[in-house]
Protein backbone atom coordinates (compact mmCIF):
# COMPACT_ATOMS: atom_id res chain seq x y z
CA UNK A 1 0.00 0.00 0.00
CA UNK A 2 1.24 3.37 -0.96
CA UNK A 3 2.14 6.21 1.56
CA UNK A 4 -1.22 8.68 1.61
CA UNK A 5 -0.21 12.26 0.55
CA UNK A 6 -2.23 13.92 2.80
CA UNK A 7 -1.16 14.51 6.71
CA UNK A 8 -3.29 15.37 9.27
CA UNK A 9 -2.26 18.20 11.77
CA UNK A 10 -2.99 18.05 15.01
CA UNK A 11 -2.43 21.63 17.15
CA UNK A 12 -1.24 21.83 20.81
CA UNK A 13 0.09 24.40 22.53
CA UNK A 14 3.43 22.96 23.36
CA UNK A 15 2.67 19.05 23.90
CA UNK A 16 3.43 18.13 20.53
CA UNK A 17 6.33 15.73 21.50
CA UNK A 18 4.34 14.42 24.13
CA UNK A 19 1.49 13.78 22.40
CA UNK A 20 3.43 11.62 19.69
CA UNK A 21 4.93 9.97 22.12
CA UNK A 22 1.93 8.52 23.45
CA UNK A 23 -0.40 7.61 20.69
CA UNK A 24 2.52 5.98 18.97
CA UNK A 25 2.67 3.65 22.47
CA UNK A 26 -1.06 2.97 21.87
CA UNK A 27 -0.76 1.88 18.53
CA UNK A 28 1.62 -1.23 17.62
CA UNK A 29 1.75 -0.16 14.26
CA UNK A 30 3.82 3.29 14.40
CA UNK A 31 6.37 5.47 14.53
CA UNK A 32 8.19 8.36 14.99
CA UNK A 33 9.41 10.50 12.02
CA UNK A 34 10.90 13.52 12.33
CA UNK A 35 11.07 16.53 14.95
CA UNK A 36 11.52 20.07 13.57
CA UNK A 37 12.56 22.92 15.86
CA UNK A 38 11.66 27.07 15.88
CA UNK A 39 14.29 28.94 14.26
CA UNK A 40 15.80 32.02 15.38
CA UNK A 41 12.71 33.87 13.17
CA UNK A 42 9.08 34.98 13.94
CA UNK A 43 9.55 35.28 17.69
CA UNK A 44 7.44 38.06 17.82
CA UNK A 45 4.80 36.04 16.25
CA UNK A 46 4.33 32.67 17.07
CA UNK A 47 5.84 33.44 21.09
CA UNK A 48 7.98 30.47 21.01
CA UNK A 49 12.00 30.37 21.60
CA UNK A 50 14.41 29.53 19.71
CA UNK A 51 15.14 25.77 19.03
CA UNK A 52 11.84 24.55 21.31
CA UNK A 53 9.76 21.67 19.20
CA UNK A 54 8.03 23.41 16.57
CA UNK A 55 6.36 19.94 14.98
CA UNK A 56 6.76 16.18 15.20
CA UNK A 57 5.96 13.87 12.47
CA UNK A 58 4.88 10.45 13.66
CA UNK A 59 2.70 8.13 11.45
CA UNK A 60 -0.16 5.51 12.92
CA UNK A 61 -1.37 2.37 11.45
CA UNK A 62 -0.07 3.49 8.14
CA UNK A 63 -1.12 7.00 8.02
CA UNK A 64 0.94 10.20 8.56
CA UNK A 65 0.34 12.92 11.22
CA UNK A 66 2.13 16.19 12.31
CA UNK A 67 2.06 17.42 16.00
CA UNK A 68 2.31 20.90 15.84
CA UNK A 69 2.65 23.05 19.12
CA UNK A 70 1.29 26.37 17.76
CA UNK A 71 0.32 27.95 21.12
CA UNK A 72 -2.74 27.76 23.08
CA UNK A 73 -5.26 29.46 20.50
CA UNK A 74 -6.88 26.50 19.43
CA UNK A 75 -8.73 22.99 21.04
CA UNK A 76 -9.89 20.45 19.40
CA UNK A 77 -13.70 19.51 19.64
CA UNK A 78 -15.59 16.96 17.61
CA UNK A 79 -16.15 18.48 14.89
CA UNK A 80 -12.92 16.03 13.76
CA UNK A 81 -12.37 12.80 15.52
CA UNK A 82 -10.59 9.81 14.46
CA UNK A 83 -11.92 6.30 14.15
CA UNK A 84 -10.41 3.60 15.15
CA UNK A 85 -11.68 0.13 13.64
CA UNK A 86 -11.65 -3.24 15.37
CA UNK A 87 -11.42 -6.82 14.14
CA UNK A 88 -12.47 -7.77 18.00
CA UNK A 89 -13.96 -6.73 21.03
CA UNK A 90 -10.70 -7.11 22.81
CA UNK A 91 -9.33 -4.83 20.57
CA UNK A 92 -12.22 -2.34 21.34
CA UNK A 93 -11.58 -2.75 25.03
CA UNK A 94 -7.45 -2.20 24.31
CA UNK A 95 -7.88 1.49 22.42
CA UNK A 96 -10.99 2.39 24.71
CA UNK A 97 -9.07 1.70 28.23
CA UNK A 98 -5.51 3.02 26.49
CA UNK A 99 -7.06 6.32 25.14
CA UNK A 100 -9.34 7.13 27.88
CA UNK A 101 -6.43 6.82 30.20
CA UNK A 102 -6.24 10.33 31.70
CA UNK A 103 -8.99 11.55 29.10
CA UNK A 104 -12.68 11.18 28.94
CA UNK A 105 -15.37 8.59 27.98
CA UNK A 106 -18.51 9.07 26.03
CA UNK A 107 -21.62 7.48 24.30
CA UNK A 108 -22.13 5.25 21.54
CA UNK A 109 -18.01 4.49 20.91
CA UNK A 110 -17.04 8.07 21.38
CA UNK A 111 -13.92 9.10 23.65
CA UNK A 112 -11.29 12.20 24.55
CA UNK A 113 -8.18 11.51 25.05
CA UNK A 114 -6.15 13.44 27.92
CA UNK A 115 -4.91 16.07 25.39
CA UNK A 116 -9.01 16.35 23.97
CA UNK A 117 -8.48 14.83 20.53
CA UNK A 118 -11.70 13.29 19.94
CA UNK A 119 -11.88 9.27 19.19
CA UNK A 120 -14.53 6.69 17.62
CA UNK A 121 -13.70 2.95 18.86
CA UNK A 122 -15.44 0.93 16.19
CA UNK A 123 -16.47 -2.25 16.57
CA UNK A 124 -16.32 -3.82 12.10
CA UNK A 125 -14.99 -4.09 8.84
CA UNK A 126 -11.80 -1.37 7.88
CA UNK A 127 -13.08 1.54 5.95
CA UNK A 128 -11.83 2.47 2.59
CA UNK A 129 -7.87 1.60 1.57
CA UNK A 130 -8.32 -1.04 4.51
CA UNK A 131 -6.60 1.26 7.46
CA UNK A 132 -7.47 0.87 10.58
CA UNK A 133 -7.71 4.92 11.31
CA UNK A 134 -9.94 6.76 9.59
CA UNK A 135 -10.95 10.76 10.16
CA UNK A 136 -14.23 11.67 10.68
CA UNK A 137 -15.49 15.01 9.55
CA UNK A 138 -18.78 16.12 11.11
CA UNK A 139 -21.09 18.28 9.24
CA UNK A 140 -24.98 19.61 9.70
CA UNK A 141 -26.15 18.54 6.69
CA UNK A 142 -23.75 18.64 3.79
CA UNK A 143 -21.83 15.90 4.28
CA UNK A 144 -22.43 14.17 1.05
CA UNK A 145 -21.65 17.85 -1.11
CA UNK A 146 -18.61 18.11 1.47
CA UNK A 147 -16.69 14.78 -0.17
CA UNK A 148 -18.10 15.07 -3.62
CA UNK A 149 -16.19 18.45 -3.28
CA UNK A 150 -13.18 17.17 -2.32
CA UNK A 151 -13.33 14.26 -4.76
CA UNK A 152 -13.28 16.45 -7.30
CA UNK A 153 -10.25 18.60 -6.07
CA UNK A 154 -7.91 15.77 -5.32
CA UNK A 155 -6.75 13.40 -9.25
CA UNK A 156 -6.53 10.22 -7.07
CA UNK A 157 -9.89 10.00 -5.17
CA UNK A 158 -12.95 7.51 -4.88
CA UNK A 159 -16.44 8.17 -3.17
CA UNK A 160 -17.50 4.86 -0.88
CA UNK A 161 -20.64 3.87 0.48
CA UNK A 162 -23.35 5.99 1.90
CA UNK A 163 -25.13 5.00 4.64
CA UNK A 164 -28.97 6.79 5.66
CA UNK A 165 -30.49 7.61 8.92
CA UNK A 166 -33.56 5.55 9.72
CA UNK A 167 -36.73 6.05 12.13
CA UNK A 168 -34.74 4.48 14.88
CA UNK A 169 -33.39 7.29 17.27
CA UNK A 170 -34.89 10.68 15.37
CA UNK A 171 -35.92 11.85 18.71
CA UNK A 172 -31.72 11.66 19.97
CA UNK A 173 -30.61 13.05 16.27
CA UNK A 174 -33.53 15.58 14.89
CA UNK A 175 -33.08 13.64 11.15
CA UNK A 176 -35.86 12.51 8.61
CA UNK A 177 -35.48 8.82 7.63
CA UNK A 178 -33.73 8.39 4.01
CA UNK A 179 -31.24 11.92 5.02
CA UNK A 180 -28.03 11.28 4.58
CA UNK A 181 -25.97 9.88 7.86
CA UNK A 182 -22.55 8.84 6.65
CA UNK A 183 -20.31 9.06 3.92
CA UNK A 184 -17.12 7.09 3.06
CA UNK A 185 -14.73 8.29 0.88
CA UNK A 186 -10.66 8.34 -0.58
CA UNK A 187 -8.56 11.33 -1.28
CA UNK A 188 -4.99 10.37 -2.04
CA UNK A 189 -4.95 6.98 -0.39
CA UNK A 190 -6.48 8.57 3.11
CA UNK A 191 -9.79 7.16 3.92
CA UNK A 192 -12.62 9.70 5.54
CA UNK A 193 -15.55 9.83 6.89
CA UNK A 194 -18.21 12.44 6.46
CA UNK A 195 -20.54 12.44 8.96
CA UNK A 196 -24.04 14.22 9.14
CA UNK A 197 -24.48 14.92 12.72
CA UNK A 198 -26.19 18.19 13.35
CA UNK A 199 -24.79 22.16 13.69
CA UNK A 200 -23.14 21.54 17.26
CA UNK A 201 -19.89 20.96 16.17
CA UNK A 202 -17.99 23.64 13.92
CA UNK A 203 -13.96 23.15 12.25
CA UNK A 204 -11.18 24.96 13.66
CA UNK A 205 -7.40 24.90 13.00
CA UNK A 206 -6.83 22.75 15.63
CA UNK A 207 -6.87 19.75 13.17
CA UNK A 208 -5.78 20.88 9.71
CA UNK A 209 -5.01 18.58 6.70
CA UNK A 210 -1.63 19.24 5.03
CA UNK A 211 -0.98 19.04 1.22
CA UNK A 212 2.72 18.78 0.44
CA UNK A 213 3.73 20.22 -2.87
CA UNK A 214 6.83 19.44 -5.47
CA UNK A 215 5.96 22.66 -7.72
CA UNK A 216 4.28 26.21 -7.48
CA UNK A 217 1.98 24.77 -10.38
CA UNK A 218 1.01 22.21 -7.70
CA UNK A 219 0.83 24.61 -4.58
CA UNK A 220 -1.31 26.57 -7.28
CA UNK A 221 -3.72 24.70 -7.89
CA UNK A 222 -4.78 22.84 -4.64
CA UNK A 223 -5.41 27.02 -3.31
CA UNK A 224 -6.96 27.89 -5.87
CA UNK A 225 -9.57 24.76 -5.94
CA UNK A 226 -9.89 25.11 -1.98
CA UNK A 227 -10.28 28.50 -1.50
CA UNK A 228 -13.05 28.71 -4.44
CA UNK A 229 -16.73 29.42 -3.82
CA UNK A 230 -16.22 31.12 -0.18
CA UNK A 231 -12.84 29.83 1.25
CA UNK A 232 -10.66 31.71 2.95
CA UNK A 233 -6.90 32.49 2.55
CA UNK A 234 -5.27 32.64 5.78
CA UNK A 235 -0.87 33.15 6.34
CA UNK A 236 2.12 30.57 5.77
CA UNK A 237 0.32 28.50 3.06
CA UNK A 238 -3.03 27.95 5.59
CA UNK A 239 -6.54 28.30 4.31
CA UNK A 240 -10.08 27.17 5.05
CA UNK A 241 -12.50 25.58 2.62
CA UNK A 242 -16.49 26.65 1.58
CA UNK A 243 -17.41 24.12 4.71
CA UNK A 244 -14.79 25.80 7.06
CA UNK A 245 -12.07 23.11 7.29
CA UNK A 246 -8.25 24.34 7.73
CA UNK A 247 -5.56 22.93 4.82
CA UNK A 248 -2.17 23.51 4.71
CA UNK A 249 -0.49 23.68 1.16
CA UNK A 250 2.94 23.98 1.08
CA UNK A 251 6.30 23.18 -0.60
CA UNK A 252 6.99 19.35 0.21
CA UNK A 253 11.06 20.32 1.49
CA UNK A 254 9.68 22.25 4.46
CA UNK A 255 10.24 19.76 6.34
CA UNK A 256 13.72 18.88 5.41
CA UNK A 257 14.26 22.73 6.20
CA UNK A 258 12.94 23.00 9.38
CA UNK A 259 14.27 19.84 10.62
CA UNK A 260 17.42 20.50 9.02
CA UNK A 261 21.27 20.97 10.39
CA UNK A 262 21.69 24.78 8.87
CA UNK A 263 19.47 27.04 11.40
CA UNK A 264 20.35 29.90 10.08
CA UNK A 265 19.18 29.35 6.65
CA UNK A 266 15.64 27.62 8.01
CA UNK A 267 15.23 30.77 10.16
CA UNK A 268 15.70 32.39 6.47
CA UNK A 269 13.10 30.49 5.02
CA UNK A 270 10.87 30.84 7.81
CA UNK A 271 11.25 34.58 7.43
CA UNK A 272 10.17 35.02 4.19
CA UNK A 273 7.33 32.19 4.15
CA UNK A 274 6.08 34.02 7.41
CA UNK A 275 4.93 37.02 5.09
CA UNK A 276 2.75 34.98 2.54
CA UNK A 277 -0.19 33.98 2.49
CA UNK A 278 -0.32 31.51 -0.32
CA UNK A 279 3.40 29.93 -0.50
CA UNK A 280 5.98 31.27 -3.28
CA UNK A 281 8.03 28.26 -3.29
CA UNK A 282 10.98 30.04 -5.58
CA UNK A 283 11.22 32.78 -2.54
CA UNK A 284 11.65 30.71 0.10
CA UNK A 285 13.94 28.23 -1.62
CA UNK A 286 16.26 31.91 -2.74
CA UNK A 287 15.56 32.83 1.14
CA UNK A 288 17.23 29.67 2.32
CA UNK A 289 20.02 29.57 -0.27
CA UNK A 290 20.83 33.13 1.26
CA UNK A 291 20.04 35.07 -1.98
Given amino acids: MAKPKLATCLWFDQQAEEAATFYCSVFKNAKRGRTAYYPNAGGDTHGKPEDSVLTVEFELEGLPFT ?19 CRTQE ?3 YYRQALTAGGQDGRGG ?26 CLWFDTQGEDAARFY ?51 KFNEAISLQIPCETQDEIDY ?7 DGGQESQCGWLKDKY ?7 PAFMGDILAGPDRAAA ?9 MKKFDLA ?4 AYDGK
Fill in 283 to 286: AVKS
Fill in 91 to 93: EVD
Fill in 222 to 228: YWNALTA
Fill in 110 to 135: WLKDRFGLSWQIVRGPMALAGHRIVP
Fill in 267 to 275: ARAMEAFMT
Fill in 151 to 201: CSVFKTSKLGGISRYSEAGKDMHGKEAGAVMVVEFELEGTPFIALNGGPQF
Fill in 244 to 250: GLSWQVF
Fill in 67 to 85: ALNGGPMFKFNEAVSLQVH
